[in-house]
Nanobody, 130 residues
Framework: QVQLVASGGGSVQAGGSLRLSCAASGYTYSSYCMGWFRQAPGKEREGVATIDSTSYTRYADSVKGRFTISQDNAKRTLYLQMNSLKPEDTAMYFC????????????????????????WGRGTQVTVSS
């Protein structure tokens, strides 16, 4: 049973920074996708950034150049560094993880756009004021 615990959300002014963390336990996947997703009130959940077991990263166009996803395999922790935050980044942020076959990872956007995640952490709220 994969368990994910997200933390690090908060309230900041536009232009500020936050770093989200997601501590993972209970998985032994050697091939996987992990990522951050967000959902704003009244909107569908969207992929923000993903990283796979080859360390390949992928970002939504709206956050490219501002957000950086990374992982510390020793600590089994996923991070999302968010800089130059905008009010439109306000949302509940969720981390997710699951096994992905090595063949699927060949497709660069697989983790961000096509992966079905079965393990989700509780959300952490990010609020950006103008």
């Amino acid at each position: 049973q994969v368990q994910l615990v997200a933390s690090g959300g908060g309230s900041v002014q536009a232009g500020g920074s936050l770093r989200l963390s997601c501590a993972a336990s209970g998985y032994t996947y050697s091939s996987y996708c992990m990522g951050w997703f967000r959902q704003a009130p009244g909107k569908e959940r969207e992929g923000v950034a993903t990283i796979d077991s080859t360390s390949y990263t992928r970002y939504a166009d709206s956050v490219k150049g501002r957000f950086t996803i990374s992982q510390d395999n020793a600590k089994r922790t996923l991070y999302l560094q968010m800089n130059s935050l905008k009010p439109e980044d306000t949302a509940m942020y969720f981390c997710a993880a699951d096994f992905a076959s090595p063949g699927a990872l060949v497709r660069g956007d697989f983790c961000l756009r096509h992966m079905t995640y079965n393990s989700w952490g509780r959300g952490t709220q990010v609020t950006v004021s103008s």
